[in-house]
């Protein structure tokens, strides 16, 4: 079983950037999909981006693309999310995610592919 710690949010003006990491422990971390979700407050939690256990490909929501891109060191057993251009809209717990599972490019979005979550870390984009 794989446990999951997210660090790096706090708060940032509109504009600025901010790098999310979560590292993994327990298992073995290549062998895991996994993606970064978020949480804004009275909001369902939204897919924001998500990469193969390779690396070799990602996907991002349409809200963030070309803005957060994410990446993974399976040497650091850490996966990433770099935050560009934020908006007030991009406050939120953001939230890291894994699923042991080889998945179809579809549901890298979906919140039930994902066996184990981190804790969340705020992020908060000031105007």
Do not use: H
């Not at 997210?6 to 999909?33: I, P, W």
């Not at 991002?60 to 251009?85: C, W």
Request: net charge positive; aromatic share 12%; hydrophobic share 35%.
């Amino acid at each position: 079983q794989v446990q999951l710690v997210e660090s790096g949010g706090g708060l940032v003006q509109a504009g600025g950037s901010l790098r999310l990491s979560c590292a993994a422990s327990g298992g073995t971390f290549s062998n895991y999909a996994m993606a970064w979700f978020r949480q804004a407050p009275g909001k369902d939690r939204e897919f924001v981006a998500g990469i193969t256990r390779s690396g070799g490909r990602t996907f991002d929501a349409e809200a963030v693309k070309g803005r957060f891109p994410i990446s993974r060191d399976n040497a650091k057993n850490t996966v990433y999310l770099q935050m560009n251009s934020l908006k007030p809209e991009d406050t939120a717990v953001y939230y890291c995610a894994a699923s042991p599972r080889a998945l179809y490019s579809s549901r890298y979005q979906l919140e039930q592919t994902y066996d184990y979550w981190g804790q969340g870390t705020q992020v908060t984009v000031s105007s």
